[in-house]
């Protein structure tokens, strides 16, 4: 069966307060110091408890950066990415979006299809959405917006 995710080319709706938004160049270097603040603001504000669920979010958001550099912007320097945290009473989010043409979801091979396990992409969303609450694509796949519950 396909992997069901949201993807739209709508733009994200109102993802509640900004917490923290930076936009970073597509290189990899940059990455890191990205994936280390909102790692930092997740942490400062409660969000993240434990190791592992450090490690599992820092997973999610390096794969999502990662995309958005890689697949998105093709490592183009003088394409950017935008990185945010947002909040809402009931949870928060992570906004990842690049300047990308998006993609097809149809593109994106089945989970459960035992040819994608031999494949060396494609199990990115899968990951995604066995940490996040919600993924949603929007802009026809060139922003991620990954929602978590809060408590």
Same mark, same amino acid.
């Given at each position: 069966m396909p992997l069901e995710f949201l993807h739209t080319p709508d733009p994200p709706p109102n993802l509640g307060k900004p917490l923290l938004e930076m936009e970073l160049p597509s290189v990899l270097p940059e990455k890191d110091i990205a994936l280390n603040k909102l790692?930092?603001?997740l942490h400062e504000r409660n969000f993240i408890r434990g190791d592992e669920e450090d490690m599992k979010l820092r997973l999610v958001l390096d794969e999502a950066l990662v995309n958005a550099i890689k697949h998105g912007n %093709?490592?183009?320097e003088r394409k950017k990415v935008l990185a945010g945290l947002y909040e809402t009473p009931t949870h928060?989010?992570?906004r990842i979006e690049d300047e990308g043409e998006g993609f097809k979801p149809s593109?994106?091979?089945d989970p459960d299809d035992p040819e /994608? +396990? +031999?494949l060396e992409?494609? @199990?990115g969303i899968v990951l995604? %959405? /066995?940490i996040m609450d919600d993924? @949603?694509?929007y802009r026809n796949g060139s922003c991620l917006v990954l929602l978590r519950k809060k408590g």
């Open positions: 790692l930092a603001d %093709k490592f183009s928060w989010s992570l593109d994106v091979p /994608s +396990l +031999l992409h494609g @199990r995604m %959405k /066995s993924v @949603r694509y």
